[in-house]
C-alpha cells in the first residue's frame, strides 16, 4: 500500500484562523499520511479572465492536489450564516477545471464559529456546494466547534473532550474511506 495523501482546505485566508486550526488539527488526528494545504488565494473567479488566459496555474494545482488526494478535509468558517467567498470562489473555480476532481473523494467537512451552532449553516451550505461534483461527502460525526476562540490549548489543539471526540472518530471515518480507495 502506497502512503496516504490528505489535502486540507480552509475557508478562511488569516493564518490565526481557527478554522485553520480545526483543519490542522484534523490532518494530525488523522494520523500517518502526506498533508497539503491547498492554497485558496485565487483570483476571483471570471468567465472573461477564463476566456482570455484559461485557467490560472494556482487552480490547476489546487484541483491537481485534489485529484491526487485519497481524502480531503474541508473546514469551513461560517460567514454571514453561510461558506465564505473564499471557499465558495475556490469551488467555482476548480469545477472549471478539466475532469472530476471530486468524484468519489472522501470528503469530510469541519467547522468552527464564534456562535453558539459552530458553523452548522455553513456546513449544510458546503455540502449543497460540492454535490454537484459528487465527492463522497461523510455524513458524521458532525464536528462544529462553537466559540471557537475558547476551544484552543497554546499548541494549538483542542482541549473540548467531546469535539476532539468527534473529530477523532471523523477522522477514523475518513482513513478508512481513504484506503478503501486506494484498493482501487
Known amino acids: 500500500m502506497t502512503d496516504l495523501k490528505l489535502v486540507g482546505l480552509c475557508g478562511s485566508l488569516r493564518k490565526a484562523s481557527t478554522n485553520r486550526l480545526l483543519m490542522?488539527?484534523?490532518?494530525?488526528?488523522?494520523?500517518?499520511?502526506?498533508?497539503?494545504?491547498?492554497?485558496?488565494?485565487?483570483?476571483?473567479?471570471?468567465?472573461?479572465?477564463?476566456?482570455?488566459?484559461?485557467?490560472?496555474?494556482?487552480?490547476?494545482?489546487?484541483?491537481?492536489q485534489i485529484a491526487a488526494a485519497d481524502a480531503v478535509i474541508v473546514a469551513t468558517p461560517e460567514y454571514n450564516k453561510g461558506i465564505s467567498g473564499v471557499l465558495k470562489n475556490a469551488l467555482d473555480w476548480v469545477s472549471r477545471t478539466k475532469g472530476t476532481p471530486w468524484a468519489n473523494k472522501p470528503v469530510a467537512l469541519v467547522s468552527a464559529a464564534a456562535g453558539r451552532a459552530g458553523g452548522e449553516r455553513a456546513q449544510n451550505m458546503a455540502r449543497l456546494c460540492l454535490t454537484p461534483f459528487r465527492p463522497l461527502l461523510l455524513t458524521g460525526p458532525e464536528v462544529m466547534v462553537a466559540a471557537t476562540s475558547k476551544q484552543w490549548d497554546d499548541q494549538g489543539q483542542l482541549i473540548n473532550e467531546l469535539n476532539a471526540k468527534a473529530l477523532d472518530e471523523l477522522m477514523q471515518v475518513l482513513r478508512r474511506h481513504a484506503m478503501a480507495q486506494q484498493s482501487f
Do not use: K, N, T
Not at 472573461?48 to 494545482?61: F, H, K, N, T, W
Open 24 to 64: 490542522l488539527e484534523a490532518a494530525r488526528r488523522f494520523g500517518d499520511a502526506a498533508f497539503i494545504e491547498g492554497d485558496l488565494s485565487l483570483p476571483l473567479y471570471d468567465g472573461d479572465l477564463e476566456a482570455d488566459s484559461g485557467i490560472p496555474d494556482a487552480v490547476q494545482r489546487l484541483a491537481d
